[in-house]
C-alpha cells in the first residue's frame, strides 16, 4: 500500500469534490472515508488510475452521506451525476484549495488551521504545537472553521497573507518535524511565486530554499541532529543558497519589508559565513530586531536571545531570555545553550536533561540528552 500516493492524491480529489457542489466539511469527511476504503481493499490490488478511483468513492461517500442528512435534503436534487469511472485529468489542484480554504468567512488563524489540517496533512496535534496552544484548543478551532465554512460556496478565495503564513507552517513541520512536507511546500511557493509578483512571495520562497540547503548537513548518518555551529558546511547545497540569494536580494530591493524577507535574511548571514566562528551576529541581531518590529512573535524573541548570546555574550543573552515565558517551547534548552556557554556547566546539564524531557520529537530529545551526558561526563571526569 502507498501510502505516500494516497497522501499526494488527497487535495486533488477534494478540490473535485468541492467543485461538484460539495461542502467543504463534507467533502473532506468522503475523501477521508474513501482513503480508509483504499487502506482497506487496495493491498495487493492496486488499481491502476489511483485518483480515478478515489474520487468515484469519495463521491459516493459525499452522495450516501448527502441522502442520509435530513438537513440537506433539500440540496440533494443539485448533486451533479456521480462520475464514470475512469483516468482523471492531471491537474495539480493543491494551491487552488489553498486559497479556497483560506476563504474569507474565516479568520486568518483559522483559515490557517483548516488548511493545514485539510490539505497539508498535519495532525491536530502539530498544528497545535506550530500555533503554541493546547492540542484541545486546536481541535475546537478546526471544528468551528469547519462548522462555519459547511455549505457556503467556495467562489471567493482568501488572501495571499494567510496562504503565505499556511505554507510557511508546512514548509517547517517538513523540515523539523515527523512529515516530510518540505519539498511540496517549496513546490507550491515556486508556482505561487511565477503567479504573483510580491516582495513577500518571494521572501518566503528564499527563506525555504536557503534552509533547504542547509537540510543534507542537518542530521548525521546515524540520524541524529547535528547543530549548525557543527555543520559541515561542505554538504550545503550551494546552488539552492545562490537561488535563494537572488531572490532575496531583489526582494529587498523593492524596500516593502516583511517577515519572511527578514528570516530569509537572516538564513542568507548564516549561509554566507564560511565557518561559524565567522557568522556575522551582529548583523543578525539587528535583522531579529526589525523582524521583532513586525511580528512581536515570542519565538522570534527567542531566538534573538540566541543571537544575543552570540554577539555579546551568554550574559547578554541570558538578561534577554529573562525577559520571555519560560514555557515557551525550547526556552529551557536555550537557557541550557546559554548556561553552558557561560562556565555553569552543572545548570546547563540539570537543563538540558529538563529540556529533553519537553523535547517534541525523538531526534530532538535524544540530541539534549547527549547534551546532557556530555556535560555530566565532563564535569566527573
Known sequence: MDEVLLRSLTPSVLTVLVRRGADFAAAEDAVQDALVEALRVWEGDQPR????????VAWRKFLD??????????REDRVEEEPAPGPAPAVDDTLQLYFLCAHPSLTPASAVALTLRAVGGLTTRQIAEAYLVPEATMAQRISRAKRTVSGVRFDRPGDVATVLRVL???????????????AEAIR????????IDHPEVAG?????????????ARTASDGSLVPLAEQDRGRWDTALIAEGVGILQAALARDRLGEFQAQAAIAALHADAPTAEETDWVQIVEWYDELTRLTDNPVVRLNRAVAVGEADGPRAGLA???TLDASLPRHTAVAAYLHERDGDLATAARLYAEAAHKAPNLAERAHLTRQAARLNARRSG
Open 49 to 56: 488510475d489511483a485518483k480515478g478511483w478515489l474520487i468515484t
Open 65 to 74: 452521506a448527502t441522502r442520509s442528512d435530513a438537513a440537506r435534503r433539500r
Open 168 to 182: 510557511y507552517l508546512v514548509f517547517n513541520e517538513g523540515y523539523s518535524g515527523d512529515v516530510d512536507l518540505a
Open 188 to 195: 507550491l511557493t515556486r508556482q505561487l511565486a511565477a503567479r
Open 204 to 216: 518566503l520562497l528564499a527563506l525555504m530554499l536557503l534552509h533547504q540547503a542547509r537540510r543534507a
Open 320 to 322: 534577554a531570555l529573562a
